[in-house]
């Protein structure tokens, strides 16, 4: 079923208004715009603090040079209200389409009221609660059986004697022909009253004053049968409009080529162009009928529909099942494609490998690619109607000796172990190209088509192989599946894209809990709550009660990722010197939990304790708990002075992005070798970039010590106090212990940089090599160098760029209700824990000590190194203040007293 994408506005409430009806006070209501649709609520009468909760649905459509994205709010004031007649302005908002959320993410947020001019006097606020929604669009119904039975006998008695139409009869017959027709349509016209129907009595008094000559016609004329439905009475227009004049009419009064809806649902036309689109729209009524305008809003646009003028009307067109497509908020952004001019190019020829057809085997065959001095083979064929392989190689020739010959063979592998020629036999046919006249292809050419090429030689007769040879380079569309030479084919080396799920910070109240003890003796009762999400477990402080209602007002903090699964469970434990004794448990779903962007206070609710050991529904009384998403706070997954990011949570509160910020990674320059393979030093390095919840990783380039990536990636800049994250690591890769490649070992960290995006020019490219420093148990020691070009694009005006450095780093929550230092540092272990959990389950997975290293979370370790360095920094600082203290005593004490200072 196809859906429909909505926008809901739901208006609750607004605060602290500005009187204006006189008498101070106000009657407000609102009026929103969005993709040129306009409704209103309700007007509160004389009340500066009104309360709607009204709910608003537009529909959502693509994006439009007409209509714009900005959802537009104002506030006025009800002139019907109050000695005023002026509708005063109250206030405006004016938000983007990019920071509504889906439902489910929705929360209150209150917006300040904005001027409508220079010179006007606004105040309040009004809350608003904002989310898309997915609509089904219901199926048109399937006529029924009996209905067209109905109709075919009703043309046959036509076809056989064609009445005469008569005015009475032709108004049931138009009713009856626009109800099928009104049950077919998609689109619910949303318009309360037209002008039709204002109009309506005028349209029936012109239809009764019929002519003398019509009227004896109509009388003389035999009654229709039943069956038949009755035709459409068509009145002849007067002499003095020009017009069109009305087609021949086919049996039973209808028109040959009559693409209104009404006669389209009856009968189907009886002349069609190939597109099944009328060419010769006709009218249902000729009269000089008022024209009637009904407004109807389907999709983004309003639809106008013209009805009774003499003009010909618009081509009906069949709805198009693509037609209740509407575009995702996500996709109206712009997709940002690098265009590698940051990073070097390296050419590569690409073969690939379709199928093949005739060949004389009856197994998987496989096919071997051979240039300079790269060999390789393709995974065994598929067997359907053809041998297929769907494969891409990627072979460098930046080498000086690469060669200009392809080899490609095809080879089976069944049964080579027999004798001399049955291994001769395995091969099935080859080819061979030259470099030389192999095409090149650049990124914006469509890619190139693979063609059939006869096999020669070897056991196959006319045997063909589908293949595509062409050189281009990394930006190629084929080079990230592609197998490469310089990863040596290993599945796990290809360049990634990470996304870092969406954390939230859940606030949970722990308050008070209530009839725990109903058949216990009054005695003091020490009462703690234990609360655990996944691995956090927190606890509160310990209650002493004496009737059974222990309290303790106290919060507990957690960090929860998107899509919240999880339950969040409450334990009851009563303290007790031989260890704590369950009293009850609460369980509670994530997806239940309501969600804030303020520090506004959210409702308490009760909830009954269960029994963990028994099964049965069991009261042991209850305990009063207030839980809530803090999406006002970013939660820190780095150091507050080395964060990438500093956005809260809630997609509502983020402002546009400043700018963009491109990163090429060219290569590194003199790794250390990190692994010894079969007596010889290697390093399989990869690059890891980080900035906000995007992460990057190159390819694995295998046994290299000046590895040549190449690669360039691209960030959406929100705020230029923000650093970038580069770090280099060796892979590891699966080692085989007794045949077994479970055992693994850790990628080795090789070092890391760091850049600062206010440190950078806008629209220069800054091209430099940073050397790799690695703190080992030996000292530090410099593992190499990396070579990367950054460039920074300023993408909004001078002065909104420059008041983006007069905000806070962070929001505003972080200011309203602080976190402390210590608890701020246990949320964020939290918080790089999930980051590392979520990322280690894709393919190829970024691992878990990658992700700690790039995250710092070992920074506040123990460590003999820093308590050394620390102690010789106090050293120096007061080694001076001991020299001034022994020059003094020196000076007191000396013999020349007061002539040693000279």
Request: with cysteine; hydrophobic share 35%; glycine share 6%.
């Amino acid at each position: 079923m196809a859906t429909k994408q909505k926008l809901i506005v739901e208006v609750v409430d607004a605060r602290n208004l500005l009187p204006k009806d006189g008498h101070g006070s106000s009657s407000p209501y609102v009026v929103i715009d969005f993709y040129g649709q306009r409704k209103r609520t309700k007007s509160a009468i004389r009340d500066l603090n009104p309360t709607w909760n009204e709910t608003l649905e537009f529909n959502v459509g693509k994006p439009s040079n007409v209509f714009g994205d900005m959802l537009e709010l104002d506030v006025y004031h009800d002139k019907n209200y109050g000695p005023t007649r002026r509708i005063n302005h109250l206030g405006r908002i004016r938000l983007s389409s990019s920071q509504f959320v889906r439902k489910g993410e929705e929360a209150l947020i209150y917006y300040p009221l904005e001027k409508k001019y220079l010179f006007s006097w606004t105040q309040g606020e009004i809350g608003l609660r904002i989310y898309y929604q997915d609509e089904v669009t219901p199926p048109p119904p399937p006529q029924p059986a009996a209905a067209q039975e109905e109709e075919a006998k009703a043309d046959t008695n036509q076809e056989s004697s064609p009445p005469q139409p008569t005015a009475e009869a032709a108004a049931p017959a138009e009713s009856e022909a626009i109800q099928p027709a009104e049950a077919h349509k998609s689109v619910v016209e949303t318009g309360a009253t037209t002008e039709s129907n204002k109009e309506q009595p005028a349209e029936e008094a012109k239809s009764n004053e019929e002519p003398p000559a019509q009227a004896e016609a109509a009388a003389a004329a035999p009654p229709p049968s039943d069956n038949a439905p009755a035709p459409i009475q068509v009145d002849k227009p007067p002499e003095s409009d020009v017009g069109p004049s009305p087609p021949p009419q086919g049996p039973g009064g209808q028109n040959k080529e009559d693409p209104s809806p009404s006669s389209a649902a009856v009968n189907e036309p009886a002349q069609e162009d190939d597109d099944g689109i009328v060419l010769e729209p006709t009218f249902r009524k000729w009269g000089p009928a008022p024209p009637e305008i009904v407004a109807a809003s389907t999709g983004s646009f309003p639809e106008i529909k013209v009805s009774g003028i003499n003009a010909p009307q618009p081509i009906v067109r069949p709805v198009a099942p693509t037609s209740n497509y509407t575009l995702e908020p996500q996709e109206s952004i712009s997709i940002e494609r690098s265009a590698f001019d940051l990073v070097e190019k390296m050419h590569y020829l690409f073969v690939r490998v379709v199928k093949a057809r005739y060949l004389p085997t009856s197994g998987n065959p496989v096919v071997r690619i051979e240039v300079s001095n790269s060999r390789v083979q393709s995974k065994p064929a598929r067997k359907t109607l053809c041998f297929e392989w769907d494969q891409t190689f990627a072979f460098g020739r930046d080498a000086p000796d690469s060669s200009s010959i392809v080899e490609i063979s095809v080879w089976d592998p069944h049964d080579p172990k027999s004798s001399e020629m049955a291994a001769a036999a395995n091969f099935l046919g080859g080819i061979c190209f030259d470099v030389t006249e192999i095409p090149l292809r650049d990124p914006p050419d469509s890619p190139l088509a693979p063609q059939w090429y006869r096999l020669e030689g070897g056991g196959a007769y006319r045997s063909d192989l589908m293949l595509a040879t062409w050189v281009g380079t990394q930006a190629d569309d084929s080079f990230p599946d592609a197998w490469k030479t310089d990863t040596a084919g290993n599945i796990n080396s290809r360049a990634k894209v990470y996304l870092s799920p969406k954390l939230w910070y859940l606030r949970a109240t722990v308050l008070e809990a209530q009839d725990i003890f109903p058949l216990m003796p009054l005695k003091e009762t020490a009462v703690q709550v234990k609360a655990q999400l996944g691995f956090q477990v927190q606890k509160t402080k310990t209650s002493v009660s004496r009737n059974g209602t222990p309290s303790w007002n106290e919060d507990l903090l957690f960090v929860a990722a998107e899509p919240c699964s999880d339950q969040l469970i409450f334990t009851l434990e009563n303290r007790q010197p031989k260890g704590p004794v369950t009293i009850g448990m609460v369980r509670i779903a994530l997806s239940a939990i309501e969600r804030r962007v303020d520090d506004r206070k959210v409702a308490s609710r009760w909830f009954s304790l269960e029994d963990p050991r028994s099964e049965k529904a069991g009261y042991r009384g209850r305990v009063q708990l207030r839980l809530c998403f803090d999406g006002g706070y970013h939660v820190m997954d780095e150091a507050a002075h080395m964060s990438s990011d500093y956005r809260p949570t809630a997609r509502q509160l983020w402002k546009q992005p400043v700018g963009i910020f491109e990163l090429g990674i060219i290569g590194c320059k003199n790794l250390s070798p990190m692994k010894t393979v079969d007596g010889k030093g290697c390093t399989d390095a990869y690059c890891v970039a980080k900035y906000g919840p995007k992460w990057v990783r190159t390819r694995t380039v295998c046994d290299s010590l000046d590895p040549k990536w190449n690669e360039q990636y691209t960030w959406k800049v929100y705020d230029p106090c923000t650093v970038l994250t580069i770090g280099v690591f060796d892979s590891s890769g699966v080692y085989e212990i007794d045949g077994d490649k479970t055992a693994t070992r850790p990628d080795f960290r090789m070092g890391k940089v760091r850049v600062r995006l206010s440190t950078l020019e806008t629209g220069k490219v800054y091209r430099n090599r940073y050397p790799l420093i690695l703190l080992t148990n030996n000292g530090v020691k410099k593992m190499g160098e990396i070579e990367v070009a950054v460039k920074f694009v300023r993408a909004t005006p001078t002065l909104d760029f420059l008041h983006v450095y007069t905000q806070p780093l962070l929001p505003l929550m972080h200011h309203l209700k602080p976190l402390g230092v210590v608890q701020q540092e246990l949320l964020r272990n939290s918080a790089v824990k999930i980051i590392a959990t979520h990322l280690s389950r894709s393919e190829p997975s970024l691992r878990r000590e990658v992700v700690s290293y790039m995250l710092d979370v070992d920074t506040h370790a123990f460590s003999m190194r820093k308590i050394r360095a620390n102690w010789i920094r106090i050293i120096n600082v007061i080694a001076s203040v001991i020299d001034i203290v022994r020059w003094i005593d020196d000076t007191r004490v000396s013999v020349k007293g007061a002539i040693a200072p000279l």
